[in-house]
């Protein structure tokens, strides 16, 4: 285990005003524990989806001018990135850390996991834990809660990810910094492990043609 634990000052780094200052609060702290929870999860991921995954950790290098109000660590199938493809992720936003699965608007998969989500959405919606949270826009921070949603929420996410070029869905869960950084290393680790395993069928719809 590499992973040490998430500390208020993983969170207080989105706090630190200028693109600068901010990247260099970013990488002294909470990049580190990305980091660490990258190579951590390599080899459970791996053996859960049976092929070697990858940790992309976020370098917000095309950043100029706006600092990042987010950054994440990122798993993938592909050794040079992970925007591409269906993707696991561990994060934090100043309010909260994150635990998703997902794909972005980069994916040409789009389209496979929109058919197969509408298609195997009762399934879904049984396997899925209804306090889990979906991200129609992963730069939004306010996800909709399982629960709450109508069958109707669910059509609009596959429509755009079907058919518009900026279409893209997020699936997980958020934990408040609060309670983040009282979790012992351990307990994140669990925790994060168990999502993963929740999320997994997700993945596997993304792959499917049944």
């Given amino acids: 285990m590499n992973f040490t634990g998430f500390t208020d000052a993983d969170f207080d780094v989105f706090n630190v005003e200028g693109l600068e200052e901010r990247m260099a609060a970013l990488i002294a702290n909470l990049r580190v524990k990305l ?10 991921l791996s053996e859960l ?9 976020a370098k917000h290098a095309r950043r100029k001018t706006n600092p990042p109000n987010d950054s994440w660590v990122a798993w993938s199938k592909n050794k040079r990135g992970y925007k591409m493809y269906p993707h696991f992720q561990i994060g934090a936003w100043e309010t909260h850390a994150f635990i998703q699965f997902g794909l972005i608007y980069e994916s040409p998969m789009k ?3 929109a058919k197969q989500m509408i298609k ?15 991200y129609p826009d992963h730069m ?3 996800g909709m809660v399982q629960s709450e949603m109508k069958q109707a929420d669910f ?7 079907a058919k518009q070029k900026n279409g893209e869905v997020m699936i997980g869960i958020k934990i408040p910094r609060e309670a983040a950084v009282q979790m012992s290393a351990e307990a994140f680790l ?7 395993e929740t999320l997994l069928p997700l993945y596997r719809l993304a792959f499917s043609t049944n």
């Fill in 190 to 196: 669990e925790q994060a492990k168990t999502t993963f």
């Fill in 120 to 134: 195997h959405l009762k399934d879904i919606k049984a396997t899925i834990p209804s306090h889990y949270l979906w």
């Fill in 35 to 44: 980091t660490q929870l990258g190579d951590d999860f390599v080899p459970l």
């Fill in 111 to 113: 389209g496979v996991f």
């Fill in 49 to 57: 989806t049976g092929e070697e995954m990858f940790a992309h950790v």
């Fill in 155 to 161: 059509k609009n996410i596959a429509q755009r990810l």
């Fill in 140 to 142: 939004n921070p306010n």
